[in-house]
């Protein structure tokens, strides 16, 4: 097949080497196949292919007489017709829309989000360091040798310089602790969206930053169905010198557990700013669904364990309507709203995502026959535990047709 866009990078590949794990997908961005090619793969490649394009991947499949558009999840599907190195064009900016584009995703996270804002400003306190060290400075010399250790006294250099110097050292301590304490504190935001009524699967997507103080242990559990990536951005000076603050790289190491991985390494260090996207796949049977009309306005129903503070519904017309406090099993009757209440409403949790991020989310409201709630502590995928993560509501998403 040829592909003739010279500003994608990109990889041909055999078709019986294909994972049925979508998280081996993960560093892709967008899938091209023929319609013969994709037919021909087995149950498990395209489960897994289905769960990436759930997670936020762009699938394109190519044949004769083939067209139509399909949004799944954080991703999308393509069918198309290509008879000619002209009919890709149109297609290039499809392609760009996928969620990631991989390798990118650092250089999106910040942009435009609140995140890192919502920690507030932090500063290293270099002048009580310095401060410190002049102290020091001045005791281990002219105190130290004029006054303890006089020309008398010159062996009790011996005791003094050594008592100095553990106690310059314990007071360092002391004020590093006074100044960032044990732990840290951390701020996410998190979207699920449910797929389709049948699907059995939720795709979770979850940025987050945090500012650590004094960690024990760098070490922390991951989720087995869940893929990590450390990004970089433009911290504050609380994270001078870090090298992952401004690329996003990390060296580090993960060993498999009954549960999932035990991680270590630069991901989370003392005195240091990271930030991280999460995305992880799961099983799922939680939901809104409509299950009728009550004088012509839309009855809605939620199958989640919490309550959803806000349900926001667009129906097969693009009308929107909306129900507050919808309970778990209750039915509510909706009422209709203008089309921007949504995104304004939404604003809270949308201001806390970067880039493509929100420009997909977004999209995702505009489609017809799908609803997107706000639900309270709905929690994350968890990290570190010697992070204390705020998290002011979890936006959740899914079709009703």
């Known amino acids: 097949m040829n592909f003739p866009f010279n500003n994608f990078v990109g990889q041909e590949f055999e078709l019986d080497h294909l994972p049925e794990d979508w998280r081996g997908y993960s560093g892709v961005s967008v899938m091209i196949f023929s319609h013969d090619d994709f037919n021909g793969l087995g149950a498990g490649v395209r489960g897994a ?9 762009r699938l394109l499949i190519v044949g004769q007489g083939l067209s139509g558009d399909e949004s799944r999840g954080f991703g999308a599907v393509k069918r198309g017709e290509i008879n000619s190195s002209d009919d890709w064009a149109p297609l290039e900016e499809w392609l760009r829309g996928s969620f990631f584009e991989s390798g990118n995703e650092g250089l999106d996270f910040l942009d435009g ?29 002219p105190v130290n040798l004029f006054i303890l250790a006089g020309r008398d ?16 050292g314990v007071l360092m301590v002391g004020l590093i602790l006074l100044m960032d304490g044990f732990g840290g504190r951390g701020v996410r935001v998190v979207v699920m969206d449910t797929g389709a009524p049948d699907s059995n699967s939720a795709a979770i997507f979850q940025q987050q930053f945090s500012r650590s103080g004094v960690l024990m242990s760098s070490k922390f559990e991951l989720d087995d169905a869940t ?10 000076e609380f994270a001078t010198g870090d090298m992952v603050a401004s690329t996003g790289a990390v060296t580090g190491k993960l060993e498999k557990t009954s ?4 991680v270590t390494g630069d991901f989370f260090g003392s005195r240091s700013e990271r930030s991280q996207i999460l995305k992880a796949v799961v099983p799922n049977r939680e939901k809104v669904t409509v299950i009728g009309r009550s004088g ?52 809270p949790v949308l201001g806390r995502l970067g ?22 502590d709905g929690g994350g995928i968890e990290t570190h535990e010697s992070i204390d993560w705020d998290q002011a509501s979890k936006l959740v998403m899914g079709r009703t047709k």
Do not use: N
């Not at 292919?49 to 997670?55: E, F, G, R, T």
């Not at 549960?259 to 035990?262: L, M, N, S, T, V």
């Not at 919490?306 to 909306?322: A, C």
């Not at 880039?355 to 309270?376: F, N, P, Q, T, W």
């Open 49 to 57: 292919i289905d769960q990436w394009v759930l997670s936020g991947g």
């Open 153 to 168: 006294r010159r062996y009790r250099l011996f005791v003094t310089t050594p008592l100095i110097a553990v106690g310059a």
């Open 355 to 376: 880039g493509m991020a929100r420009d997909r989310v977004l999209e995702m409201i505009k489609r017809h026959d799908s609803y997107v709630g706000l639900m309270e």
């Open 227 to 236: 893929v990590l990536f450390p990004v970089g951005g433009s911290y504050s």
């Open 259 to 262: 549960g999932g991985w035990e």
């Open 113 to 141: 989000s609140l995140l890192d804002q919502e920690l507030g400003s932090a500063s290293s306190k270099k002048w009580l360091v310095l401060l410190l060290l002049i102290l020091f400075a001045v005791l281990v010399g």
């Open 296 to 347: 012509g306005d839309p009855e809605l129903v939620s199958s989640f364990s919490k309550e959803l503070g806000k349900v926001f519904y667009r129906d097969g017309s693009g009308v929107m309507w909306k129900v507050m406090g919808l309970k778990p099993g209750e039915s509510m009757v909706a009422e209709r709203i203008g089309d921007g209440v949504a995104s304004d409403e939404l604003q």
